[in-house]
Each structure stands twice: as structure tokens, then as C-alpha cells.
């Protein structure tokens, strides 16, 4: 299974790098729509386009608005999962007729979940969750959970239907508390956000951003069998560099994916 990555940074692009975009082309499965998001096109290989939206600040949705070029004369069908207040908001801000005149071609899915009736002979009903599952219909089956993040995120577990899986975790601060570790332990790849090189841990605390040594301690703690840090700073005085990733992380199976690169599980 090929996982690309179309962009590796986050907040702005820069020469080298594109923001949030990964994608697994032969499930037709996105993460996120940062500006990396318009390299999509020339991998569509399905009939649906399933984008998972982690949250829904710019620099993750502004893609969003190329999709009118994404699928130009291709038969693939775009389904966007988010939150629902996120869906709500890129609905009234980001596509509000004075910023982008059309609506994109996409169907929505809110992220929620069967909330148990509240009286005897009530039915169910749909609400917002914290975390729940879904099956795509390509059969990869999705589980999504809580991050701490400004304004709130998600990050992503997936079971591909070979049973290898994949946990997307951007925009949070890593720690050894993290409500998340137990959704990424011992996953075939884990994707993992890594915004600043140590000596910025106030900044990341303020931002909802991760220090790199937070991330590589977690990683030996949550044992994935390969680990690809993502969401670099764009400015690379603050960016973790390669060879201090490579000294910090040895023993372990980690790499810092340039846009453009692929990895095969």
C-alpha cells in the first residue's frame, strides 16, 4: 500500500513544502486539504474521493476550494467527514459568496455517532461524538478521537482491508498524558505532527503544537513500526532538522517525508 505525501507543512507554504495533504490513492483516501490538496488530481485512481478533515483551520481546508480543478473531467465522487460545527463553519465562512463564489463539489458526512435514547421507547439519535467509527466503502474502517487543539481536532486510526493500519495525528501537543496514545499504539504507520525542534514547548503549548522530543518519546511508547513526522514549521530555524531527528530517534523507524515522497507498507 502506497501512502503520499503532497504536503508536509503546516500555517503557510513555503519553496519546499505545501500544507497538510496525504493520500492513499488506491483507497482514494485524503487527509486533510491544505494547499498540497491540488497534487490530488493526478492521483485519483477510484470513484470516490474520501477526504477526512482532522479540523478546520485554513491551512488544512484551503484545498477544499480547488476541487472544481481536482476533478475536472473525472468521474470520482468527493465525500468530506468532519465535525459537524466544522462542516458548518467552512459552509458559512470559508464558501460565504464574498470569499469563493460556488459551493465545492462535495457530499457531507458529520462525524457523530447512535446516542442512546434518553426515555423508554425514545429512538436514537444522531449527535456530535468525541470519537466513533465508520466504514468506507472502499472497506477501510475509520476511527476517529479527540485532540487537543484550539478550536478542537480530530486525529484519525484506520484498518485497511489488508489489516495493516494507519493513525493520522496532526495539530496536538504530544506528552505523556496525551488522551490519544492508546488510538496509536503498535499501528503499522503513524503520522504524526512534529511543528517545532526542542526549546519551543511554551510556543507549542500555546499554539497546540508538538516539540520533537514529546513526539519520539511517545513513539517509543506507543511502539508504531514506522512513524513519519509531518506538519513541519514552515520557517526552518524552528523546524526540527534531519540529522538531530536521526541522532534523537535511534533504534526507532522514523522518517520526515519531503512533499512528493512515498512510503509502501
Not at 463564489?101 to 457530499?107: A, F, G, S, V
Request: hydrophobic share 40%; net charge negative.
Amino acid at each position: 500500500m502506497q501512502i503520499h505525501f503532497l504536503g508536509t507543512t503546516g500555517y503557510h507554504p513555503n519553496a519546499q513544502r505545501h500544507t497538510m495533504c496525504v493520500m492513499i490513492p488506491t483507497l482514494g483516501i485524503v487527509f486533510d486539504a491544505g494547499t498540497g490538496f491540488f497534487r490530488v488530481r493526478d492521483h485519483l485512481q477510484t470513484p470516490e474521493l474520501n477526504i477526512l478533515l482532522s479540523h478546520a483551520h485554513l491551512d488544512h481546508v484551503i484545498g477544499l476550494s480547488f476541487l472544481f480543478d481536482v476533478l475536472y473531467q473525472k468521474n470520482t465522487t468527493a465525500h468530506l467527514y468532519a465535525a459537524a460545527d466544522k462542516l458548518t463553519g467552512l459552509a458559512e465562512h470559508l464558501f460565504h459568496p464574498t470569499l469563493f463564489p460556488l459551493r465545492p463539489p462535495y457530499q457531507e458526512h458529520a462525524l457523530s455517532s447512535l446516542a442512546p435514547a434518553n426515555r423508554a421507547g425514545d429512538s436514537p439519535e444522531l449527535t456530535p461524538a468525541a470519537g466513533g467509527e465508520l466504514t468506507l466503502a472502499c472497506g477501510t474502517q475509520v476511527r476517529w478521537f479527540p485532540l487537543e487543539h484550539p478550536g478542537g481536532a480530530v486525529g484519525f486510526r484506520l484498518r485497511l482491508p489488508d489489516g495493516q493500519t494507519i493513525a493520522y495525528v496532526t495539530d496536538t501537543t504530544a506528552s505523556s498524558t496525551a488522551s490519544y496514545r492508546a488510538e496509536i499504539q503498535d499501528v503499522d504507520l503513524l503520522i504524526h505532527e512534529c511543528y517545532f525542534d526542542d526549546g519551543a514547548e511554551d510556543h507549542a503549548r500555546l499554539t497546540g503544537h508538538s516539540c520533537l522530543s514529546p513526539v519520539l518519546e511517545l513513539v517509543r511508547d506507543c511502539r508504531p513500526k514506522r512513524t513519519a513526522l509531518v506538519h513541519l514549521n514552515p520557517l526552518s530555524e524552528w523546524a526540527p532538522q534531519p540529522d538531530k531527528v536521526q541522532r534523537l530517534a535511534a533504534g526507532l523507524s522514523v522518517c520526515i517525508p519531503a512533499d512528493g515522497e512515498i512510503l509502501t507498507l
